[in-house]
């Protein structure tokens, strides 16, 4: 009360209506003041780690999973509380932002059934591969993007980028897999000529590897590989302009590294595909 009408009346006038010592009043001031200046202070510091989580992961998390980053150095959070600063450090989530809708190809018309038939979790590593094929604007024309990724731990094992969208787009994305592809049981896709042909025919005999095409024209027969590549567009391709196809090869590179070594994957309890899969190695030793 003497804090909101002392721009009217006197300190000591109101403290003798009051009967409250002068001191006292100072002096609850004085920790009044000092308690909102730890308050500023500790908001600033969780203002400072929101930022930091927040670029040191490609601007992409959203308010669950810096949240959990927090969680995991010791701050305990609520998503209302990181929405609020995050919204007075003027940041935002790429997903929060307005993406384009895909293009779509006509299914290819093989017999090939769905072995598949939508179990995405898999107890056994680089048993079950899934793969697709997404576009990328790349100065004037589209170039296109493969991954191989084991359902396993959603690890993007395997990729490539080129201008053609063709079974040699595949093929290097299955030589850049560093992990024996003998392990590998099922590849499973969509039917695009792409992975339907004698090319791919011929490298899924050598390695003993059984085919899985999804039912036609529909995608959630192979949904771990349509959120993933919906993940690259929100993350990397829709705010990144590629001039050539070296700076895209480039960003892929930096981008399946972030991704397979550090971004958290709600799927593996926050933890990322490799973390996850070293973790389970460690308890089956």
Known sequence: MIERNRHKYSVSAMCEVLQIARSTFYYETEIAAQK??????????????????????????????????????????SRRRIGRLMEELGIQSKYAQASYKPMTSPPNEESVRNVLHREFQVDEEMS???????????????????????????????????????????????????????????????????????????????????????????????????????????????????????????ELFDYVNWYNNIRSHSTLDYLSPVTYRNLALKKNV
């Open 128 to 250: 079950v591969l899934v793969s697709d094929l997404t576009y990328v604007r790349v100065g004037k024309y589209w170039n296109y993007v493969c991954f191989l990724i084991d359902l396993y731990n959603r690890e993007i094992v395997g990729y490539s980028a080129g201008e053609h969208k063709d079974a040699a787009l595949v093929q290097r994305a299955f030589a850049s897999v560093k992990r024996p592809l003998e392990s590998v049981k099922i590849f499973h896709t969509d039917r695009g000529s792409e992975f339907k042909n004698v090319d791919i025919d011929e490298l899924l005999n050598e390695f003993q590897i059984t085919r899985s095409l999804s039912q036609k024209g529909n995608p959630y027969d192979n949904a771990v590989a349509e959120a993933t590549f919906k993940i690259l567009k929100t993350e990397l391709i829709n705010s990144t302009h590629f001039l050539t196809l070296e700076q895209l090869s480039l």
């Open 36 to 77: 909102e200046q730890e308050k500023a202070a500790e908001e600033q510091k969780l203002k400072d780690e929101i930022q930091m989580i927040f670029t040191k992961n490609r601007q992409v998390y959203g308010t669950r999973k810096i949240k959990n980053a927090l969680f995991k150095t010791g701050h305990t959070v």
